[in-house]
Nanobody, 125 residues
């Protein structure tokens, strides 16, 4: 049974940093591309970042480029999202997702096969 479990969310102030973690089980992480998405209250899911199986290819939403960094540790079956210079508009539930097309860095939800339950990030002004 595949499980993706996010952690690391919380309440922070604008300008602060957070690191989200995604622990994968029931799959071999190196066989998957991984992505992060978010959903703010009353809004649709939004792509944040993605990384290919080896981490050599990444993709970021324009809104987070230069502030967020996606990384992975395949040996530990972990994926991370380092978030710096947080803004109130980054407030959302953040989800990690796994894509069987290991070389991809898709920004489309439909490309991903497995999803976590999400972790809340709240940024106060």
């Amino acid at each position: 049974q595949v499980q993706l479990v996010e952690s690391g969310g919380g309440l922070v102030q604008a300008g602060d940093s957070l690191r989200l973690s995604c622990a994968a089980s029931g799959l071999t992480l190196i066989a998957y591309a991984m992505g992060w998405f978010r959903q703010a209250p009353g809004k649709e899911h939004e792509f944040v970042a993605a990384t290919s199986w080896g981490g050599d290819r990444t993709n970021y939403a324009d809104s987070v480029k230069g502030r967020f960094t996606i990384s992975r540790d395949n040996a530990k079956n972990m994926v991370y999202l380092e978030m710096n210079s947080l803004k109130p508009e980054d407030t959302a539930v953040y989800y990690c997702a796994a894509d069987r097309r290991r070389g991809g860095v898709s920004d489309q939800m439909s490309a991903y096969d497995y999803w976590g339950q999400g972790t809340q990030v709240t940024v106060s002004s």
